[in-house]
């Protein structure tokens, strides 16, 4: 991993055009932003933007809690790893992952060989303050969400830490902003985006 966490002034991070030469796949916590920032990256580059559980739900006309009520997590993670290899494939945009995708090592090497990791990493806090209020995250439905929260943050960071590109999610940082930091990290990399 690089290390990227530097953030491009409004007036760099509009020089920043150019063509994606390979899907750039949001990974990290729930809650980290991967959705909202790989949709306003997507616009700002003019490219596709598909989110792994969305594509999964509509596979299955199920909504992820369903599927892992009725299948459980195994069944689905199977499914994610199809899903994603997929879109890898079919698609050249960004792609937002569910917070376990990266934990797999398959998932992980197919990621970086057919795209570009980008670890949104925040703290638990921030974590915490943006997923308390939903009930739509199968793995918080315990006596002490918060503390599952904190468990899986301990067991995950380090896989995310694998990731090709970090980019801080501090909470104070607006979407716009996020995705100036995002296209900051993704200037280093001219294998996947090409500068124009």
Not at 10 to 29: F, N, S
Not at 96 to 109: D, F, H, I, P
Not at 148 to 163: E, I
Request: proline fraction near 4%; hydrophobic fraction near 40%; aromatic fraction near 6%.
């Amino acid at each position: 991993m690089s290390g990227i966490e530097q953030t491009a002034s409004p007036r760099q991070a509009q020089r920043v055009h150019g063509k994606l030469k390979k899907t750039v796949v949001m990974v990290g916590m729930m809650g980290a932003g991967k959705t909202a920032v790989g949709r306003a990256l997507a616009a700002r580059l003019k490219v596709p933007f598909i989110d792994s559980d969305h594509e999964i739900e509509a596979a299955a006309n199920m909504s992820v809690p369903e599927i892992f009520a009725r299948d459980g997590e195994g069944f689905f993670r199977r499914k994610e790893s199809q899903v994603i290899s997929r879109l890898l494939d079919d698609t050249r945009g960004v792609l937002s992952t569910g917070g376990g995708a990266y934990l797999a090592e398959a998932n992980r090497r197919m990621i970086s060989d057919k795209g570009v990791a980008v670890w949104l990493n925040a703290d638990p806090a921030v974590l915490w303050s943006r997923v308390k209020h939903r009930d739509t995250r199968p793995l918080l439905r315990t006596a002490n969400p918060r503390q599952t929260l904190q468990d899986l943050y301990d067991d995950r960071v380090g896989f995310y830490a694998l990731a090709d590109l970090e980019v801080r999610s501090d909470g104070e940082a607006s979407i716009e902003q996020m995705v100036d930091r995002v296209l900051a990290a993704l200037a280093t990399r001219p294998d996947v985006l090409d500068i124009q």
